[in-house]
């Protein structure tokens, strides 16, 4: 059970009172495994405060619910950054990008849940997609300048993101579905899939679609190149 006793913030500290709100909301949410716990209500009495304490930090219980699940936000940048750490190839260093978003979403699936798979009526990015979609963009566009990829890394960026996210979303909300029992190798795959999709394509002139057999072709040659080149 979350642990109710906190020492009484002093007069006027209100950045205290604020924190000790959101660490039982986080501990609260952990417990439970879903934002509706998160009531106004609830939180303020496990926090030992009254209900129009937290109103005066929190707006309502969605204001409340983003600002627990932006605590872990900052993590996402630093594991993006360690997952690249060492690799000097823009394009390994995508597919290094996508496998700790995918991951990173896993471990948080209640936090991904909430900032990333509501609708969003707000004129304005929310911060959250907004951090993910830079850290996508700055893989991206690394690969434009290295020639890998060609294009504006933007539009690039949101086709690599829509993959991630949609296997990440997937994954979350559709447990049920016959996944393989080997995630890391599925992850794996879907990332490989939308880069090596995405290299190709964006090679390709306009809105050309190869022939079966031309591609058949093409994709034997390529994979042969690579076996070569991987063996010296």
């Known amino acids: 059970m979350v642990n109710t006793k906190r020492a009484r913030a002093r007069p006027g500290d209100g950045a205290k009172l604020r924190e000790e709100i959101l660490r039982t909301a986080e501990r609260l949410l952990a417990e439970s495994g879903t934002e509706e716990a998160l009531t106004l209500r609830a939180v303020a009495k496990l926090a030992s405060v009254t209900t129009p304490s937290v109103y005066l ?3 309502g219980k969605e204001a409340l619910v983003e600002a627990v699940c932006l605590r872990v936000w900052d993590e ?3 594991r993006i950054r360690d997952a690249c750490e060492g690799t000097s190839d ?3 260093t995508l597919g290094q990008c996508g496998r700790a978003y995918i991951h990173f979403a896993l471990e948080h699936p209640v936090q991904y ?3 990333l798979m509501r609708p969003n009526d707000a004129e304005a990015i929310p911060p959250a997609a907004e951090a993910c979609f830079r850290h996508m963009v ?3 566009t690394a690969c434009v300048e290295n020639g890998v990829l060609k294009g504006d ?3 690039l960026a949101l086709g690599m993101w829509s993959a991630m996210h949609g296997c990440a979303s997937l994954l ?4 049920a579905l016959p996944w393989p029992d080997d995630l890391e190798s599925f992850v794996n795959h879907i990332v490989r899939v939308a880069g090596f999709g995405s290299a190709l394509q964006s090679a390709l002139p306009g809105a050309a679609v190869p022939r079966s057999r031309d591609l058949a072709a093409g994709m034997d040659g390529l994979a042969k190149t690579m076996r070569q080149r991987g063996a010296r």
């Open 57 to 59: 930090h929190f707006s």
């Open 76 to 78: 996402l940048g630093t």
């Open 90 to 92: 823009p394009f390994v």
């Open 113 to 115: 849940r909430v900032l």
């Open 138 to 140: 700055g893989a991206v």
């Open 153 to 155: 890394p933007e539009t």
């Open 172 to 175: 979350i909300a559709q447990p």
